[in-house]
């Protein structure tokens, strides 16, 4: 495994739409296993294919429910890992949520954006076999945000407002 380059905003490859994967082979995995050691690196919860240069539907998502709460700070929570390969939004909840978001490809920069408070997401994992899943709170916060990389949209699009955190705003996202 290696550590991939993040590249940064104004990059135009996070303006453009991705590319669908097709090919399931041997370099996908050794890429897809690269981008989970990059995103923990960085760190971050998630990471898209754009962030690193390449114009491919594939990100991974790894976060911990619960892992922003008070009382569950100092605690060791297990973390659920996702490949998402091709991921669409099947379904949105009518309700929406703002939240705070940064990302490894806008450093210094985060900001308010509305969301969906629930989806389901239909995708394909890492062997290409289909997954459908319901994700609701911040871990459909983090999908949401993903999956914008892969159609050329930042959070800052999507944002009420934007500011350079101090030190005890919220952690950026990916």
Request: aromatic letters at 6%; one cysteine or more; a negative charge.
């Amino acid at each position: 495994m290696a550590l991939r380059q993040i590249v940064y905003l104004p990059a135009p490859i996070l303006r453009r739409k991705a590319k669908p994967v097709t090919k399931f082979d041997k370099d996908l995995q050794t890429l897809i296993d690269d981008m989970i050691e990059t995103m923990r690196e960085a760190p971050g919860v998630g990471l898209a294919a754009p962030q690193i240069d390449l114009p491919m539907q594939l990100a991974v998502i790894e976060y911990a429910e619960g892992e922003d709460e008070e009382e569950n700070e100092g605690k060791e929570l297990k973390k659920k890992l996702f490949v998402l390969i091709n991921p669409e939004i099947t379904k949105t909840s009518e309700e929406k949520v703002f939240g705070v978001e940064g990302c490894l490809s806008i450093p210094g920069l985060i900001g308010e954006v509305e969301r969906h408070e629930a989806i389901q997401v239909k995708a394909l994992n890492r062997h290409g076999q289909p997954v459908k899943l319901k994700v609701d709170g911040w871990m459909a916060r983090i999908f949401q945000h993903e999956i914008d990389h892969l159609n050329g949209v930042l959070f800052t699009d999507r944002a009420t407002r934007v500011w350079k955190p101090q030190e005890e705003d919220e952690t950026p996202l990916d």
